[in-house]
């Protein structure tokens, strides 16, 4: 079977830096996807990782160790727009089904 | 470049009816995925077209099915509707192949009563 973590809820001050963390068990992984979801909208594409390191892209960066198991977003300089769900999706290599964990609400406060 | 729609947009139906929701994926893209997506459940994988054929199917009855036409539109049909159904359903498109990345629609939100 497949398992996919994620914290629940996270909180943040405006300004500082965020790392929300995605653990999975699965066979057969391709590579992760990270999303983000703002309340009412649909899903966005962050980032994909199919290696191992750190991948960077503005304020984004997600990184993947594949032998941990292990995903992290690291979101920097928040704002206040980065209130939103975001959601981990492992991409498994019987094709195109991603399986999505639950999502991490982050809350930004000023 | 258009993005993904789907309508309708909102649907209110009663238990025991059906329903068909549409999805126009983005132009040039084959492969049509569909997902639920519930507070309790979060998103979850219902099936995948690719080039008119499913590819991929979740953990679902069979009360949901789909289809896929050969301009790559895909519908979605719920049979026999129960009041669990309720949610919103979200189809994503993609080349289909990988990186699998997906660009989701704004979704329909289904109410039964």
Redesign the interface.
Known sequence: GQNIDQPTEMTATEGAIVQINCTYQTSGF??L?WYQQHAG?????LS?N?LDGLEEKGRFSSFLSRSKGYSYLLLKELQMKDSASY?C?V?RN??????????TRLMVKP | KAGVTQTPRYLIKTRGQQVTLSCSPISGHR?V?W?QQTPGQ????LF?Y?SETQ??K?NFPGRFSGRQFSNSRSEMNVSTLELGDSALY?CAS?L?Q??????????TRLTVT
């Open positions: 391709n590579g996807f909208e649909a899903p966005t594409f994909y199919v959601l999706a991409e019987a094709g195109n089904m991603l399986t999505f964990g639950g999502g | 492969s995925s997902y979060g998103l979850q994988f995948e690719f590819r991929n979740g979200l993609s289909g990988s990186p699998y990345e997906q660009y989701f629609g704004p979704g």
